[in-house]
Every structure is written in structure tokens, then in C-alpha cells.
């Protein structure tokens, strides 16, 4: 089955720095690549997700990046504020509507 | 704003006790997510239903837990009977399959189990 990798477990950044979250997957089936950011005591909210048909995707802010032959993929965050402060899940699926596989997170903190 | 609704919001319970958590997806989504987070394994998927099907329920341990679709507006899962292990917090999420591209999360609820 699909397994998902994800580094670093922390990351602490200075306000107005860039934080990169990378994430690798086994099953080479795997096609849709979503991230989720979860507040401390909130529910996973999808951020921006990316399918293998495109390498990078971004919204305002955030970017992510796909490479489909190294089985990786990676979350750009720039110019980052303390409200970016919480925990990132990357995570695969087949299709967007199966089953997702999530990351073990990344916590990512925001120094003012 | 529709969203995922989940009750209890919070729920202790002496070890050996039923738990029943229940969920109800957003109007027409048909697919329902059963998950399960703790710090130390993270968000593992227990369950999912779609059109009211179970199609993968893998990831649940059978002989104590079970998840089962009434009807399309209300999700259950069944801990019968608890234990201290299964404190965590329990996520239930809802999709459409073929239209929207994200799965929608309830606000989880806490089970300590005592």
C-alpha cells in the first residue's frame, strides 16, 4: 500500500522567511497530492492540492511542487506570518475521491 | 456554510464502556471518512463509505470497533468495548466523488477512555 513520508517532523522560521515542507510516496499509482494545515485543537483544512498532470501549483502565498519520477512532491510557504503557525499534513491518493494516505505532519512554528 | 458535523464533541468513558460516534457528511457528498489521530501514529484512516458502502475498512481493528452508514445523512462508529488505548481523536470527513476535490473534515471528537 501507499506510504507517505514527510520532513522535517518541526521547523521553526523566522517572520517573512520561507518554509519548504517535502514529502515522498510509494505507490507510483498515486496521482492526487493534497495539503492540509490543522490549527492546534481544530479540524485538517486542505490548503492547495496538485494532480500528476501538472509540477507546480501555486496560491498567493503558498506553492507546491511535484516531481512524478522521484516520487516527491513539496510545499512552499513564503513570506510566512505567525498565523501560518500549525501542523502540515501532506498526503496521496489515487483519485481525489479515494482513500488519502496523510504524511505524519510537520509543525511548523512562526517566529515573530 | 455547509459542514461535517460531529457528536459527541467530547466524550470520557471508563474502559469496557460502547462508544458511539456519530457524523453527518455534508448534504450530497457520498463518500464518509472515518479517522483516527493521535500524536504518536498520527491521522490514520479507520474507515470509508461511499454511497453508503463500505469500501475499505482495513485500517479499523474488527473485533472491537465497527462504522456503518444508516442512511446518507448520519455515519456511526462503535467502540464495544473501549479501551485506554483507543483515546484519541476521531475524525469523520466527507467528499464528493467526481465534483468536489477535497475531503471536509468535522470538528472531531475527543474519546478518553479511563
Known amino acids: 500500500g501507499e506510504n507517505v513520508e514527510q520532513h522535517p517532523s518541526t521547523l521553526s522560521v523566522q517572520e517573512g522567511d520561507s518554509a519548504v515542507i517535502k514529502c515522498t510516496y510509494s505507490d507510483s499509482a498515486s496521482n492526487y497530492f493534497p495539503w492540509y494545515k490543522q490549527e492546534l485543537g481544530k479540524r485538517p483544512q486542505l490548503i492547495i492540492d496538485i494532480r500528476s498532470n501538472v509540477g507546480e501549483k501555486k496560491d498567493q502565498r503558498i506553492a507546491v511542487t511535484l516531481n512524478k519520477t522521484a516520487k516527491h512532491f513539496s510545499l512552499h510557504i513564503t513570506e510566512t506570518q505567525p498565523e501560518d503557525s500549525a501542523v502540515y499534513f501532506c498526503a496521496a491518493s489515487v483519485t481525489s475521491y479515494d482513500k488519502v494516505i496523510f504524511g505524519p505532519g510537520t509543525s511548523l512554528s512562526v517566529i515573530p | 456554510d455547509a459542514r461535517v458535523t460531529q457528536t459527541p464533541r467530547d466524550k470520557v468513558t471508563e474502559m469496557g464502556q460502547e462508544v458511539t460516534m456519530r457524523c453527518q457528511p455534508i448534504?450530497?457528498?457520498?463518500?464518509v471518512f472515518w479517522y483516527r489521530q493521535t500524536m504518536m501514529q498520527g491521522l490514520e484512516l479507520l474507515a470509508y463509505f461511499r454511497n453508503r458502502a463500505p469500501l475499505d475498512d482495513s485500517g479499523m481493528p474488527k473485533d472491537r470497533f465497527s462504522a456503518e452508514m444508516p442512511d446518507a445523512t448520519l455515519a456511526t462508529l462503535k467502540i464495544q468495548p473501549s479501551e485506554p488505548r483507543d483515546s484519541a481523536v476521531y475524525f469523520c470527513a466527507s467528499g464528493m466523488d467526481g465534483y468536489t476535490d477535497t475531503q471536509y473534515f468535522g470538528p472531531g471528537t475527543r474519546l478518553t477512555v479511563l
Open positions: 448534504l450530497g457528498h457520498n463518500t
